[in-house]
């Protein structure tokens, strides 16, 4: 396959540093000039929220509709997701829409989310509208399939074995930053575990990563103190909005047009679209304009 190339970089319009420390000033100085800066600068920020990246969230059991544990899972989100909107309107967001993308979508208790924040659920496009967005924050992630001692480790399901966006492999953090990226919106921060964490910083290295616990198989790890992990995320949310006011950085953009394969566990149905190249009885490679296309082609 050929090497992936990436477009990244730094938008031509960031301020200088001496200005980033005169702007985080501004927003330190007061709870009123905070008020004032989010109003001017307007920041939106989308919040895509997973669980198997929760603080708190080591087995699968957690993250499973119908199982008793369930219910511990979703309080261990609704905790990082208030930590993370919180973050997000102490940084000078002005607008925030978190949007639940796990399994079957419905995992929000929407009475004890942050009541300044709007609530995408259930299964609807991920993407369409996102253009609005000054940033995406990919909340609760988790890393890509197989990943060593990583928790509940996969990559968009655990059907998939490996995938590979312009013969680069990818999990879910390029996955979603290339889509995103697609529509000109940049992934401001990520949180999850350790393994994620520098998943994530190897492909963006600006992406401000909030660990909140450390892997060391796929359902077991060390889970940092509830109050520590939920102030991690407050703070990082809010340093990424920071930095955002200031120097918005240019969207994860595969060069077009993108090549994605994919490597099934078993064996899956033949591809109904004659353009889909089969590679071997599980892996079937297509080439799209762009990611969220070429995806799309696979099913
Ligand atoms: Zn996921």
């Given at each position: 396959m050929k090497t992936a190339k990436v477009l990244i970089g730094t938008a031509a319009a960031c301020l200088t540093m001496g200005a980033f420390a005169a702007?985080?000033?501004?927003?330190?100085?007061?709870?009123?000039?905070?008020?004032?800066?989010?109003?001017?600068?307007?920041m939106k920020i989308k919040i895509f929220c997973d669980m198997e990246g929760i603080s708190g969230i080591l087995a699968k059991s957690q993250v499973t509709h119908d199982h008793p544990r369930y219910a511990e899972g979703q309080r261990?989100?609704?905790?990082?997701?208030?930590?993370c909107i919180q973050g997000c309107f102490s940084g000078g967001a002005a607008k925030v829409t978190v949007q639940d993308i796990h399994s079957t979508c419905r995992n929000i208790v929407w009475d004890e989310l942050d009541g300044r924040a709007a609530c995408i659920a259930g299964p609807t496009?991920?993407?369409?509208?996102?253009?609005?967005?000054?940033?995406?924050?990919?909340?609760?992630?988790?890393?890509?399939?197989?990943?060593?001692?990583?928790?509940?480790?996969?990559?968009s399901s655990h059907a998939w074995k490996n995938f590979w966006m312009n013969g680069e492999k990818a999990?879910?953090?390029?996955?979603?930053?290339?889509?995103?990226?697609?529509?000109?919106?940049?992934?401001?921060?990520a949180s999850g575990d350790d393994?994620?964490?520098?998943?994530?910083?190897a492909l963006i290295s600006e992406v401000v990563a909030v660990e909140v616990k450390t892997g060391a198989a796929f359902e077991a790890g060390t889970l940092l103190p509830k109050t520590v992990a939920?102030?991690?995320?407050?703070?990082?949310?809010?340093e990424a909005v920071r930095k955002l006011r200031v120097c918005k950085p240019k969207p994860y953009v595969l060069s077009s047009p993108v090549t994605v394969r994919l490597?099934?566990?078993?064996?899956?149905?033949?591809?109904?679209?004659?353009?889909?190249?089969?590679?071997?009885?599980?892996?079937?490679?297509v080439t799209g304009e762009n990611a969220e296309k070429a995806i799309n082609m696979l099913f």
């Open positions: 702007e985080n000033a501004n927003v330190t100085a007061s709870a009123g000039a905070r008020g004032n800066s989010a109003q001017e600068s307007g261990c989100l609704m905790g990082d997701l208030n930590a496009s991920r993407f369409q509208g996102i253009e609005e967005f000054d940033g995406l924050i990919l909340l609760g992630y988790h890393a890509m399939a197989g990943t060593p001692n990583a928790i509940l480790a996969h990559t999990g879910e953090f390029a996955f979603e930053a290339a889509r995103a990226g697609e529509h000109g919106v940049p992934v401001i921060m393994k994620f964490c520098r998943e994530a910083k939920h102030q991690k995320i407050r703070q990082g949310a809010e490597e099934w566990v078993e064996r899956p149905a033949l591809p109904g679209n004659p353009a889909v190249k089969i590679i071997d009885a599980r892996t079937y490679e």
